[in-house]
């Protein structure tokens, strides 16, 4: 809707140069002869000049406001404003009251500029309202998204960390090896495969106490 909401506006500059231009030229009676506008000229010159100055001001902001986004809405809905009450004042004067008595081409030209006026302006001014509630909503979901993430990450820094621990098995070294329950061993004396399980039985010779081989 920006895209258009520019358009509007561009037209809207090339309308106020048109006039500006127009009234800056007031003291060159013959354009306003050739233009039949004559009794529209402006008494004093210079006071339709100073008019046509402020029109082209009007025409170099609407031309800036197209190209510079952070303008555009607001420009528009002056400009709007502006246009519109304009081709009130036009369509009253000179379609209602016929002042001055405008004949032929003036007329003509009369009712089509009051008729422009009044179309663009309330145009730019339905275009700049709904350009200016999507910027405010953009800007309230902007503000509340960041907002929530000051809140988290706040939320984040409040909460203690949860420190976890790792278990270490027992050092296998440090314990005792344990016989298996089946092994052997060897007795010196003999030489013999002895069971571990077995009790040692220790048998006495009747001669002088030698071990029965």
């Given amino acids: ?4 909401l520019r358009v ?23 354009l306003y002869d050739a233009l039949q506008l004559a009794s529209m000229r402006v008494e004093p010159v210079f006071a339709g000049q100073l008019f046509g100055i402020a029109l082209l001001g009007l025409a170099w902001l609407a031309f800036h406001a197209a190209i510079d986004g952070a303008l555009t809405a607001r420009a528009a809905r002056v400009a709007g404003h502006v246009q519109w009450l304009s081709g009130i004042v036009v369509m009253v004067w000179l379609l209602g009251l016929h002042t001055p008595q405008v004949d032929g081409f003036g007329q003509m030209s009369a009712a089509a500029v009051g008729v422009v006026l009044l179309v663009v302006g309330l145009g730019s001014v339905r275009l700049s309202s709904a350009v ?42 440090l314990r005792p090896s344990a016989r298996a329950p089946n092994a052997s061993a060897v007795d010196p004396v003999t030489g013999r495969v002895v069971d571990s399980t077995a009790p040692i039985v220790a048998h006495h010779g009747m001669d002088g106490g030698a071990v029965d081989p």
Avoid at 1 to 4: A, S
Avoid at 142 to 158: C, F, L, P, Q
């Fill in 1 to 4: 809707m920006k895209p258009l």
């Fill in 132 to 173: 200016r509630r999507r910027e405010r909503a953009e800007k309230a979901g902007a503000a509340s998204a960041d907002r929530a993430e000051k809140r988290a990450a706040k939320t984040r820094k409040t909460t203690p960390a949860v420190e976890t621990s790792t278990v270490s098995p027992p050092d296998s070294a």
């Fill in 8 to 30: 509007v506006l561009f037209v809207n500059a090339l309308i106020f140069l048109a006039f500006g231009v127009l009234f800056v030229l007031t003291p060159w009676s013959g």
